[in-house]
């Protein structure tokens, strides 16, 4: 079955902890992202990748690092120094960064307690 | 500064009305404009895409349009479904940077 994997879909976190949320995909494109969804705005780039072993900082990179390690994989962790970390965030790939075509994940909704 | 403003933020409409969502954004320079629709608690899915040269585009009972000139694009939906509740994303993409639209959410009642 094609497409992109998150996991978990749900995920719970005390204050001073780190989590990794997970985004796996088989549709063999090079580029990946990470967004972050808050209700009202629209969706904020914290990091891409468009090579193995290579990412950029987006938008609002502070408090999160990510790995690229393998083409089909690309792990992001909210560290203990995002200030607020409870948000949905949607992971996406593409064939080409100036397309704009993005193919998303189902997301992965984080809650700080 | 590059930006995507959509319009409404929300709407409610009665199963089998129209509607139409809009989208004015000021990014330059232009390479194209995708419309997502994203259901509540999943990821958006591309509805479709409109470059320069393209006035209008269907998909089924979504119709985009695209104005280039003023900087200004609407999705029509026809026919609403209750399946059509969910937010609508407006993305303009250019010089390799893609830019978002806050989103308008669509509640459709029977």
């Known amino acids: 079955d094609g497409g992109i994997t998150q996991s978990p879909k749900y995920l719970f976190r005390k204050e001073g902890q780190n989590v990794t949320l997970s985004c796996e995909q088989n549709l063999n494109h090079d580029a990946m992202y990470w967004y972050r969804q808050d209700p009202g705005q629209g969706l904020r780039l914290i990091y891409y990748s468009q090579i193995v072993n290579d990412f950029q900082k987006g938008d609002i990179a502070e408090g999160y690092s990510v790995s690229r390690e393998k083409k089909e994989s690309f792990p992001l962790t909210v560290t203990s120094a995002q200030k607020n970390p409870t948000a949905f965030y949607l992971c996406?790939?593409?064939?080409?960064?100036?397309?704009?075509?993005?193919?998303f994940g189902e997301g992965s909704r984080l809650t700080v307690l | 500064k590059n930006q995507v403003e959509q319009s409404p933020q929300s709407l409610i409409i009665l199963e089998g009305k129209n509607c139409t969502l809009q989208?004015?954004?000021?990014?330059?320079?232009?390479?194209?404009l995708r419309w997502y629709k994203q259901d509540t608690g999943r990821g958006p899915v591309s509805l479709t895409i409109m470059t320069f040269s393209e006035n209008t585009k269907s998909n089924g009972r979504y119709t985009a349009t695209l104005d280039a000139d003023t900087k200004q694009s609407s999705l029509h939906i026809t026919a609403s479904q209750l399946s059509d509740s969910a937010s609508y994303i407006c993305?303009?993409?250019?010089?390799?940077?893609?830019?978002f639209g806050q989103g308008t959410t669509l509640q459709v009642k029977p």
């Open positions: 996406a790939t593409g064939q080409r960064v100036d397309t704009g075509e993005l193919f």
């Open positions: 989208c004015n954004y000021t990014v330059s320079p232009f390479s194209n």
């Open positions: 993305v303009v993409s250019g010089t390799g940077k893609l830019i």
